[in-house]
């Protein structure tokens, strides 16, 4: 109960997707997501004491453990008990993976029908406060705030702008736009998380000719 990440946020964490299909399970770009976290757990000072193909092959062991085909993986790196003053020195890096079986995020029906979404009060966290291309526990509070906010409203999900008013993204999620027969999404500068599967989304789109725009817009 006593841990430093509980009492400050002071963890990284990823969310990675395995999926079965007829040849087999495949996890989606898990080298990508290692690497986000050991560069999430940089931007913090958080020294992860294994290597990338280390953890690597204890995301696959977990799954394989559990006897999943098919899973949601959150591998979590967060500093442990020591004291608790705010500079976690002494405090042992804790790494943890787990994996279970979650549908959909918003939802089955989602993917059929679409959600609802509103623009929501609170600004995404800007790059001068808090180093926002880490995924880091602390930072989920921001997301929640919004989230919190949309779901009272009556809404599915939260769009948050930057602190200049750009769209910026989701609670947990990047944001695309079809316009004028162009993919347009908002650029770093909106202090966005680097999604992995916005990267993809952008490159099968220009692999099958769709022109991609990266930007920072007003309106979506
Ligand atoms: C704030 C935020 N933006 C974007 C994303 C999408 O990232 P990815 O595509 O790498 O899962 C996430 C995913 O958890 C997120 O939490």
């Known amino acids: ?28 770009r898990l080298r990508e997501h290692v690497d986000r976290l050991f560069r999430s757990a940089k931007l913090y000072g958080m020294r992860i004491p294994y290597s990338q193909d280390e953890i690597c092959t204890a995301i696959k062991e977990t799954i394989r453990i559990n006897g999943l085909d098919e899973c949601y993986i959150r591998p979590i790196v967060f500093y442990g008990f020591h004291h608790l003053g705010v500079m976690p020195t002494g405090c042992p890096v804790e790494c943890v993976i787990a994996a279970w079986k979650w549908g959909a995020y918003l939802g089955e029906e989602s993917l059929r029908s679409g959600i609802r979404c509103t623009f929501s009060s609170w600004h995404r966290i800007h790059p001068n406060t808090l ?27 939260a769009i948050m702008l930057d602190c200049e008013g750009f769209v910026a993204e989701g609670p947990g999620e990047n944001i695309f736009i079809v316009k004028d027969g162009k993919l347009l999404t908002p650029d770093f500068s909106s202090g966005i998380l680097p999604g992995i599967t916005r990267d993809t989304v952008i490159q099968l789109a220009k692999d099958i000719g769709i022109a991609v725009e990266e930007k920072r817009a007003h309106e979506i």
């Open 131 to 157: 180093p926002t291309t880490a995924k880091a526990c602390g930072h989920y509070l921001n997301s929640l705030l919004a989230a919190l906010e949309a779901r009272k409203k009556g809404y599915d999900e």
């Open 1 to 28: 109960m006593l841990s430093h990440g509980l009492h400050y946020g002071t963890g990284v964490f990823e969310g990675i997707r395995c999926y079965s299909t007829d040849k087999g399970s495949f996890i989606f």
